[in-house]
């Protein structure tokens, strides 16, 4: 499968398991969403179960919390990440609260899927990176799959979670891996490992992180789209660089960055996101406070310029091959 | 062509800037406001179409009249039982927001919010609803809980964030929660509970529920794109709920006209939703509780949502933090002209002869004591800054269902603080 496949099973998988599993969105019902991810679960489950919404994103989160303390389990979509804004209020001040202020009278058992990142020429409103907006509120968790297979098992996770997840897609690497190289031609997950996705259902926990490769001279700190570019440029490179792919922000595997770190001695961190107060920020403000006397050298960022994401600059804005490779040169040579 | 040269003949352009019509200082006269007389407005069947009943959205339903009789297609016909047990729930409001107030002032708690004036607006709709339908309130419905007979003693404890706050010391006095009673954790930012409650109602319908939703909102609320949201969501999948806008003319200092009621009626914004819209004097019982009546018979036969405008007064400040008379007048609440909704209850009774001013005395002191021995047992619990009434623990727990280890980190790393601190 690919991953808007795995993405679609998980959803299935959930509906057919849970009679109060809900997916509601601007066009995912009759039309099947216009990435495809909810491609004929209308058809399947019924138009109480799966429908399209107005255009209000306040709207379609503020409904999906009434749903959720009616006793539902809400998956809204909200079409790309660049448009979660309107929810945010719904988001930050109740969804994430509700738990906390009601001390546990009502909840909010959503998981709200959205696709984000660059790497499309998706222009400044199709390709933003919104994670460190929401890492940064309690009472909410935050999950990005890098796999097909990885999406599948962290979406019924996220679904089956108790406390609301939000769930970002990089969606340019729905239909394949993107190794960063723009200039050749896109592969697809045909014939890759991680796109061998099991039919029926299966779960990854929330909260631990994957190795994706293991290394011994520099640990790399990636997610979503970012696993994939870091992956290739490190493997041209030659570098026997430790790679974890975090999959949860929040919780963080702790336990797995630090023992990388203090394996490797030294930390990069690379995102797509803009750099200041992005999470990159966080992780290297925990490695520094954690693996401080490990550290061989300082940690470095990878991450999108502080600037709105451009249209035609695209490539010289996306965290690619050349602005790793340096960075990976740079944090040897300490 | 000059276009400048041609604009020079044109009129300046001005921005209009609402304005209420009295300030502190002047001198009242509501003899323009137009209130339509008790017994006017037609009652339409609860399944007519919102397009066959626009007029409703700019009358008012009025019940009782000038002489406190029940009046006119709305009168619902209570039985006196009823209709005294409304009377005390209304009464027993009031007495506690006159408690509640005092405590404040004296320091046992940080803050509070009254409804004085407007108590039949939650009081006879929780009568008008069954027990089970979700009430999504805003700050001002305390009379919902107090109707359904939620234990005083109860929202005290919340009010002192004492030990035995259910809600763990985490939540500002007033912003209670009770699943049992049915009613929606308060949320301090405005209008959120609207599309909440819709979606609630959604969920009931999709389930093949009977039970429906309502949410309640100031006037000032309506103006937040929530809004805007809980409405096109009512209308389009005909949820079975109730949107209640209560009209008291103030959002803390804001007078009416900037939520835009110089252009229109609250209740008028259901016409454009394609919603039935009802506006009624929130300051009579008995329209109040007809109209929440109608409302939930509507949407109980699927026939969909109800806007219902309460048009009523905010008699006291909003809060305890804030002082009307720096920017309206002190006459307004007297020269209100739809009155009291206790008295104008009261009155009725009488003229019933179910009631007279004697019982209703013996009633007010009974219920001020009532209270007042609440209070006391209340306190016993302890008040707000008489110590930490909860264990530290609850600071980090339900923020998520399973604490994960950063929470737990920090809970530790405060207790290690704590210890420190006393060596």
């Known amino acids: 499968m690919n991953m808007v496949q795995a993405i679609n ?9 849970d009679p109060d599993v809900v997916v509601l969105g601007e066009d995912v019902g009759y039309f099947g969403g216009v990435f495809r991810a909810t491609a004929g679960l209308q058809q399947k489950y019924g138009k109480t179960r799966v429908f399209d919404t107005p255009i209000t994103e306040c709207g379609i989160i503020g409904v999906a919390v009434g749903m959720g303390a009616y006793g539902l389990r809400p998956v809204p979509e909200i079409q790309f990440a660049d448009y979660i804004y309107p929810a945010l209020d719904q988001l930050v001040s109740e969804a994430a609260r509700l738990r906390y202020r009601s001390a546990g009278e009502f909840t909010a058992p959503i998981t709200v899927r959205s696709p984000f990142g660059g790497g499309i020429f998706g222009g400044q409103t199709h390709s933003q990176s919104p994670e460190g907006i929401f890492t940064h509120v309690s009472g909410i968790k935050t999950v990005i799959p890098s796999t097909p297979y990885d999406a599948k098992g962290l979406l019924i996770a996220a679904i089956e979670d108790n406390d609301p997840v939000i769930f970002f897609e990089p969606k340019r690497i ?28 299966y779960r990854i926990d929330l909260g631990k992180a994957r190795t994706v490769r293991e290394g011994e001279v520099l640990t790399i700190l990636c997610y979503g789209a970012m696993v994939h570019v870091v992956s290739s440029t490190v493997a041209e490179m030659g570098i026997d660089a430790d790679i974890i792919d975090l999959r949860t922000l929040v919780p963080i595997d702790i336990e797995a960055v630090e023992a990388s770190v203090k394996k490797t001695g030294r930390c990069m961190i690379v995102h797509e996101a ?16 954690r693996c401080f006397y490990a550290l061989e050298a300082p940690i470095e960022r990878v991450t999108g310029f502080d600037t709105p994401y451009p249209h035609s600059l695209e490539w010289a804005y996306f965290p690619g091959p050349v602005r790793i490779g340096e960075a990976i040169k740079k944090i040897l040579k300490d | 062509m000059d276009q400048n040269r041609e604009r020079r003949n044109l009129p300046p352009l001005n921005l209009h800037v609402p304005e209420p019509r009295f300030r502190p200082g002047d001198t009242v006269d509501f003899s323009g406001l137009d209130i339509e007389a008790a017994g006017t407005t037609r009652r339409p069947d609860e399944t007519a179409s919102p397009a066959d009943m626009r007029d409703m959205a700019y009358g008012l339903v009025r019940v009782l009249d000038d002489e406190h009789r029940a009046v006119g297609p709305w009168d619902p016909r209570l039985d006196g039982e009823t209709l005294l047990k409304m009377l005390r729930a209304m009464a027993l409001t009031r007495a506690f927001d006159e408690r509640m107030f005092r405590a404040q002032r004296q320091g046992k708690t940080s803050f509070y919010m009254k409804c004085t004036g407007e108590e039949a607006v939650s009081v006879a709709a929780a009568f008008a609803l069954h027990h089970d ?42 912003m209670y929660s009770s699943k049992e009673a049915s009613f929606f954790s308060i949320s301090g930012n405005l209008a959120t509970q609207c599309p909440q409650a819709v979606g609630w109602a959604m969920a009931s319908a999709a ?36 949107l209640n806008v209560v009209n008291n003319q103030w ?29 009624i004097d929130g300051n009579d019982p008995l329209a109040v509780y007809a109209a929440t009546k109608w409302a939930s018979d509507r949407a109980r036969a699927n026939a969909g949502p109800t806007l219902i405008e309460h048009f009523t007064y905010r008699v006291e400040g909003h809060s305890t933090s804030d002082d009307p008379s720096q920017y309206r007048s002190v006459m307004e609440s007297d020269e209100w002209p739809l009155g009291d909704p206790i008295k104008r209850l009261k009155r009725h009774l009488i003229g019933l002869g179910l009631w007279d001013a004697e019982r209703h005395a013996a009633m007010d002191l009974e219920l001020a004591e009532y209270v007042k021995n609440c209070a006391k047992e209340s ?10 009434h909860q264990p530290l ?26 210890e420190a601190s006393k060596k």
């Open chain 2, 207 to 242: 389930k093949g529920d009977t039970r429906i939703a309502a949410f309640w909102c100031g006037e000032g609320s309506t103006a937040e794109g929530d809004f805007h949201s809980a409405c096109t969501f009512a209308s389009v999948y005909r949820a079975p709920v109730i």
């Open chain 2, 133 to 174: 339908d979700m009430c999504f309130p805003s700050y001002r419905q305390q009379g919902l809980l107090i109707a359904r007979d939620w234990s005083l003693v109860d929202m005290m404890n919340q009010i002192y964030s004492n030990r035995a706050d259910r809600l763990q010391g985490k939540q500002l006095p007033i």
């Open chain 1, 274 to 289: 803009t750099r200041t107060s992005g999470f990159g920020a966080e992780l290297s403000a925990l490695v520094q406070e």
């Open chain 2, 251 to 279: 959002a803390i200092s804001s007078f009416s006209g900037f939520a835009g009621a110089e252009a229109t009626t609250f209740a008028a914004r259901a016409v454009g939703y394609g919603i039935a819209g009802l506006r």
């Open chain 1, 174 to 201: 729905y239909n394949g891996p993107f190794d960063g190289h723009y200039d050749r031609p896109s592969k697809n997950w045909a014939g890759n490992a991680d796109a061998q996705v099991l039919e029926g259902y």
């Open chain 1, 9 to 17: 099973s998980a959803m299935d998988v959930m509906m057919e398991r």
């Open chain 2, 379 to 388: 306190e016993r619990n302890g008040v707000l800054g008489h110590g930490l």
């Open chain 2, 393 to 418: 623990d609850t600071l980090f727990e339900g923020v998520f269902e399973h604490m994960p280890w950063h929470l737990r980190e920090q809970r530790d790393q405060m207790f290690a603080e704590w």
